[in-house]
């Protein structure tokens, strides 16, 4: 796989987790090196800390605290969306070393938000 289409392929992977704003700069001006470096730390970075779907879950589930099976679907969503995010950064960890030059990579491992503990 080429280094625009491995590029392309990551652009699809991450699409539902980044904003319009990030995914234009990621798509118009990915072919820089640099570009690619920040847009990957800046994902990376977003990624650590819980999503709006993990939020509202789990106030959702504190607020049905009385009524224990709302609490525990509740429960489920929040469990399976930081699953997701989770799977999402292992993803990006996987991939780039095939989507930076070893010297961007070592930036990028300088530049990265340590991951918080991922057990559930």
């Known amino acids: 796989m080429s ?3 491995a590029w392309k392929a990551f652009i699809e992977e991450i699409t539902p987790y980044v904003s319009p704003n990030w ?3 990621a798509v118009d001006h990915g072919d820089q090196s640099w570009v690619r470096l920040i847009s990957l730390v800046d994902v990376q970075n977003m ?3 819980p999503q709006i779907v993990e939020k509202i879950a789990a106030t959702m589930a504190d607020l049905a605290v009385k009524r224990p099976d709302e609490a ?3 429960e489920m969503l929040h469990a399976e969306a930081t699953e ?3 799977m999402v950064l292992n993803r ?3 991939l780039v070393p095939n989507l ?3 010297e961007l990579h070592q930036l990028y491992l300088r530049s990265a938000t340590p991951v ?3 057990e559930m």
Do not use: C, F, Q, V
Request: no cysteine.
């Open 23 to 25: 995914l234009k700069y």
């Open 84 to 86: 997701r995010r989770h």
């Open 92 to 94: 990006i960890d996987e």
């Open 116 to 118: 918080p503990n991922m």
């Open 3 to 5: 280094d625009a289409d």
């Open 47 to 49: 990624l650590t800390a």
């Open 100 to 102: 930076l030059s070893p």
């Open 72 to 74: 525990r679907g509740w």
